[in-house]
């Protein structure tokens, strides 16, 4: 579907090409924002003896273009990852793999004057190439891929029927063979899922068996250690708080008792010092003699 989109794009956009090989910019509409597209127009007998190189492709000498007539219109497509995850990942069975490169695509149309098998479309007829004799041709992945050193990289090949796809290890490290065009793209194995924690059940799968009762013997031993271990603590800070709260009380009174004894006689009433005064009235004396009044 995105090719057909692309086709019909770059040949509402470019069937003025004059210039053989020139690349130019397919422009999209903006809800294929992110996807790159590029065209060039050669002859056909011209691309086969001398191959040529578009894009991240390169055409080896010797290609075979059918069917071709007179001229051919080479388009490469270059979808950014988000477009690559979302579109491929989610058609393809990709499972246990993981795109690391954009999806790399190179279509082929004619570009002469019959574009179509049927003389009442407009849509130019689809050229298929093929690298069985000489060398194949190559998808260089260096500038798109995210690069990682501690991993090796397969080769995805996705088939035209949107489900199937082809792996096999590149050429050199980023860079793909294949003996015909397509989209293609880089993945790497994705490393295997932890294996799950083993259950609390007997290892004979009775439920109840003597694993289970070991098991159960551990959890029941665990848990009467812990809960002697926090009575201990707790009987060691209670203790530790009643000494403390003991000591202060003897301060207080030996502090009291201090007070109480100064020359001063300072005595505590209640929370508070105060001076007690010493009794020194002299104890009187009755007088026993007195002396007998003689009036003149």
Same mark, same amino acid.
Do not use: D, I, Y
């Given at each position: 579907m995105l090719d057909l989109l692309i086709r019909n794009y770059t040949f509402s956009d470019n069937l003025n090409m004059t210039k053989t090989g020139e690349m130019q910019s397919v422009r999209l509409p903006p809800n294929l924002s992110g996807v790159r597209a590029r065209a060039a127009r050669f002859r056909c007998g011209s691309l086969t003896r001398y191959g040529a190189r578009i894009d991240e492709f390169h055409l080896g000498i010797g290609v075979?273009?059918?069917p071709c007539v007179e001229r051919v219109m080479l388009i490469t497509h270059n979808f950014d990852l988000n477009w690559s995850i979302s579109f491929y990942s989610a058609n393809y069975n990709l499972s246990g793999y993981q795109l690391v490169s954009p999806i790399l695509g190179l279509t082929a149309y004619n570009a002469g004057k019959k574009t179509s098998n049927n003389p009442n479309s407009s849509y130019p007829l689809e050229v298929g190439i093929r690298s069985d004799q000489g060398s194949p041709i190559t998808i260089n992945f260096t500038v798109a891929a995210i690069r990682d050193d501690h991993v090796d990289p397969l080769c995805a090949s996705f088939g035209r029927d949107g489900k199937t796809v082809s792996l096999k290890p590149p050429i050199s490290p980023y860079l793909c063979g294949s003996t015909s065009n397509g989209h293609f793209g880089l993945v790497v194995k994705l490393p295997p899922a932890p294996p799950a924690p083993p259950p609390y059940a007997a290892e004979d799968g009775g439920g109840g068996g003597e694993g289970g009762r070991v098991v159960m013997w551990k959890v029941a031993v665990g848990s009467s250690v812990g809960s002697a271990l926090a009575i201990v603590l707790l009987g060691l800070l209670l203790v530790a708080?009643?000494?403390?709260v003991k000591k202060k009380a003897r301060m207080v009174e030996m502090e009291? !008792? @201090?007070y109480e004894e100064e020359a001063l006689q300072?005595?505590?009433?209640?929370?508070? !010092? @105060?001076?007690?005064?010493?009794?020194t009235r002299t104890a009187p004396i009755i007088e026993h003699h007195f002396v007998h009044y003689k009036p003149k």
């Open positions: 075979n273009l059918f708080m009643f000494a403390k009291r !008792r @201090a300072v005595s505590m009433v209640g929370h508070v !010092r @105060a001076p007690v005064a010493v009794g």
